[in-house]
């Protein structure tokens, strides 16, 4: 099993960037897959970006455009969101998951508690 926290969300004005960490606790942790995915106020829960757990593979959603990315370092058990170029309409709470091998968009087995961010225009 794995248990993940998310840390760096915050308030941001549009244009700003933001560094999401998603910390994992485990030994294994280069086994899992990880997926950011958000969930705005009165929407589903959509899915942003993924990674496998080397790091070489990575799936994003169409949103992202190039502004977000995705990576990770496995010797201190943390992937990284990084958010660039950001908009109001990407106010959600940021949810980091993982699942024992890569499955791109899902499913995912393990989920943390979120991170709010919240964009002013």
């Known amino acids: 099993q794995v248990a993940l926290v998310e840390s760096g969300g915050g308030l941001v004005q549009a244009g700003g960037s933001l560094r999401l960490s998603c910390a994992a606790s485990?030994?294994?942790?280069?086994?899992?897959?990880v997926g950011w995915f958000r969930q705005a106020p009165g929407k589903d829960r959509e899915f942003v970006l993924s990674?496998?757990?080397?790091?070489?593979?990575?799936t994003s959603a169409d949103f992202v455009k190039g502004r977000f990315t995705i990576s990770r370092d496995n010797a201190k058990n943390t992937v990284y969101l990084h958010m660039n170029s950001l908009k109001p309409e990407d106010t959600a709470v940021y949810y980091c998951?993982?699942?024992?091998?890569?499955?791109?968009?899902?499913?995912?087995?393990?989920w943390g508690q979120g991170t709010q961010v919240t964009v002013s225009s």
């Open positions: 998951a993982a699942h024992e091998r890569w499955t791109g968009r899902g499913p995912y087995d393990y």
């Open positions: 485990g030994r294994t942790f280069s086994r899992y897959a």
């Open positions: 990674i496998s757990g080397s790091g070489v593979m990575t």
